[in-house]
């Protein structure tokens, strides 16, 4: 019985000790995390000032994933979820 429980001990020791990860990373390459991102987030923030430019800003980030360009398109994902993160912008 001690020794299981050293074992259990052990097991919860380093379950805890994990790094957790919140699901959205910016810079790892794939832009995938970033589209999602922007998907979850698009139609909760439509009283955005730059709403609109961000769908379009979107659309040209996802033609750049197509064609295999996933620095651009992560780099356009990042400016379409600047324009509805709040405090939102205006430019």
């Known amino acids: 019985m001690r020794l299981i429980s050293l074992l259990l001990a052990i ?3 380093s379950i805890m000790t994990l790094p957790a990860k919140a699901g959205h990373s910016r810079g790892n390459g794939t832009c ?4 999602i991102h922007w998907q ?3 139609e909760k923030r439509s009283d955005a000032p ?3 430019q961000s769908k ?7 033609e750049k994933r197509v064609t ?19 405090p939102y912008v205006t430019e």
């Open 11 to 13: 097991v919860l020791l």
């Open 32 to 35: 995938t995390d970033d589209a």
């Open 40 to 42: 979850n987030m698009i």
């Open 50 to 52: 730059l709403w609109e």
């Open 56 to 62: 379009i800003i979107q659309s040209q980030a996802m």
């Open 68 to 86: 295999g360009d996933t620095a651009g398109c992560e780099e356009l994902m990042e400016e379409a979820l600047r324009m509805i993160r709040k």
